[in-house]
């Protein structure tokens, strides 16, 4: 971070990150949903001319609205309840954001980060493979945070990239969400259950590369985005 740089900050509190933030010479954007904190932060930061204080719900917040034009990084605390639903919005709807870095529970950190054959890969890891390339940065240990929480969290590193293949991706979430469904079950059963008989479905495997048998948390994004097409193509 540093002068010219764009930060918008999802969690503020009370501000102990932000002012380090405007420090450098940051552009701050600082979120927080507490009224009362948001206050109190916005009495505090009332002659540092690089913060700015909005009350705002991160899962719900226009983005468009509340962020000037150029790049943007995000650093946020995010509570395990949205930490997924934020990440994956930011992801979604607005490009200009280009990396972030997010300090979140380990499970859930593990889950965004993770890849194929890992025990945490899932639909939430594939979706953020589309978009992104995740990493688990470092543990934060509950001993940090006072009164020290239940749970063990991770920084993790997200940035942006273009999809690594072209894809329609409401066919492609679909595909993902009915894969890990029943993530025990084979991807030939899956693509069953998205509509194919089976001889279709064997024939969309074979076409992609992938073994009937195979489960889904052992395919990455291309694999899945390779299913998506075929069987669409094998729908009509």
Request: charged share 30%; hydrophobic share 45%; with cysteine.
């Amino acid at each position: 971070m540093g002068p010219g740089s764009h930060v918008l900050e999802i969690g503020a509190g009370l501000g102990s990150l932000t002012f380090e933030l405007a420090r450098s010479g940051a552009e701050v954007v600082a979120v927080e949903v507490d009224r009362r904190l948001a206050a109190a932060l916005e009495e505090a930061s009332a002659n540092v001319p690089n913060i700015r204080v909005v009350v705002a719900d991160a899962t719900k917040a226009d983005w468009s609205r509340l962020l000037r034009r150029g790049e943007w990084v995000v650093v946020a605390n995010l509570p395990y309840n949205v930490s997924v639903p934020v990440v994956m919005r930011i992801l979604d709807d607005e490009p200009r954001v280009r990396r972030m870095l997010v300090m979140v529970q380990r499970e859930v950190g593990e889950r965004l980060a993770a890849g194929p054959g890992e025990p945490r890969y899932g639909a939430v890891s594939v979706r953020v493979a589309y978009r992104a390339t995740a990493r688990v940065v470092r543990p934060v240990a509950r001993t940090v945070f006072w009164p020290p929480p239940g749970v063990d969290s991770v920084l993790v590193a997200i940035v942006r990239r273009p999809p690594p293949v072209a894809v329609d991706e409401q066919a492609l979430w679909r595909t993902i969400e009915v894969a890990f469904a029943q993530r025990r079950k084979t991807m030939r059963s899956a693509l069953i259950r998205l509509g194919l008989d089976p001889d279709e479905a064997r024939r969309t495997l074979d076409a992609c590369g992938i073994s009937p048998m195979e489960r889904p948390e052992r395919l990455d994004v291309r694999q899945f985005a390779c299913l998506a097409k075929r069987r669409r193509r094998a729908a009509r």
